[in-house]
């Protein structure tokens, strides 16, 4: 059975996604761990993450996939902001430890200037580091559309990360727009991309997908997400990337422009999806 869900607020606390999750017939979904835009982040409440915990447990989810603040450049020039991306970092896979089993996605970073060499020796850096206490939690660096200084747009960068970091905890979110914008084309060669991944990166570090259409054309580098269909990327490479047998078992989130009755649509869609022969 598909592992699908979608992005989901998490300002009435865990237990309270898990049910929504649910009424949309998704078995996984993502959040944000503090305010995307900025570092804030909610009180702790160990009574609805234990909640949380049983109505996982009971309903059969799959792994969920947390996701760091946009705003959190741990590549960054600036020494102080690049400190305190850190500090963020490590304090959200602290609290990733109350929902154990989980993964915690993050968009690698921009060197803006510094040079790629330099961004991913500091993105390694705060790896190590956070990664030091063995929270459990495996982290993810995800695929970027290589838009200006942005690390991540080549599988190479994310290999030289996954190498300098040197833990079997961090691993690879693949995000179907981002890719695509980036200059693999998933839409006419799914199997020569995946198999460049492989080559590359290896499947096994690839532990989640991000399901978005893309507004932009192939190798755009811009990074504007559409919903499922009706961007560049087209239903019939969504029905390729549900039912191919590399991708199986790997949750899979929607991020696409959406509200929740919408992401209940997709989710019926890409479940119809899976059950076509492709």
Do not use: W
Request: with cysteine; net charge negative; aromatic share 8%.
């Amino acid at each position: 059975m598909l592992t699908v869900g979608c992005h989901l607020s998490a300002s009435k606390g865990y237990a309270a996604m898990v049910r929504q999750a649910m009424q949309l017939d998704a078995n996984t979904f993502a959040f944000f761990t503090r305010n995307p835009r900025g570092s804030s982040a909610k009180a702790e409440n160990p009574k609805d993450e234990a909640h949380a915990r049983e109505l996982l447990s009971e309903n059969g989810f799959g792994p969920l996939v947390a996701h760091g603040a946009y705003t959190m450049n741990l590549c960054t020039a600036d020494e102080e902001a690049r400190e305190f991306a850190a500090s963020v970092l490590a304090d959200d896979l602290r609290r990733m430890a109350a929902l154990p089993g989980n993964f915690y996605n993050f968009h690698p970073g921009s060197h803006v200037g510094q040079g790629v060499d330099a961004g991913i020796a500091y993105i390694a850096q705060a790896l190590r580091k956070a990664l030091e206490p063995d929270y459990p939690v495996t982290v993810l660096l995800e695929t970027m559309a290589g838009k200006g200084s942005e690390i991540g747009g080549r599988f190479e960068e994310l290999r030289a990360i996954l190498d300098a970091v040197g833990s079997a905890k961090v691993g690879v979110c693949l995000d179907t727009c981002h890719v695509y914008d980036g200059g693999y084309d998933i839409v006419n060669d799914l199997d020569g991309v995946l198999t460049e991944f492989d080559r590359v990166i290896g499947l096994d570090r690839l532990k989640a997908l991000h399901l978005n259409d893309s507004r932009n054309p192939f190798a755009s580098h811009k990074d504007r997400h559409e919903c499922i269909g009706k961007g560049s990327l087209g239903v019939e490479t969504f029905r390729k990337i549900v039912n191919h047998p590399a991708l199986r078992g790997r949750p899979m989130i929607l991020e696409t422009p959406n509200e929740l009755p919408g992401y209940a649509r997709e989710i019926a869609l890409l479940r119809r999806l899976e059950a076509e022969i492709y």
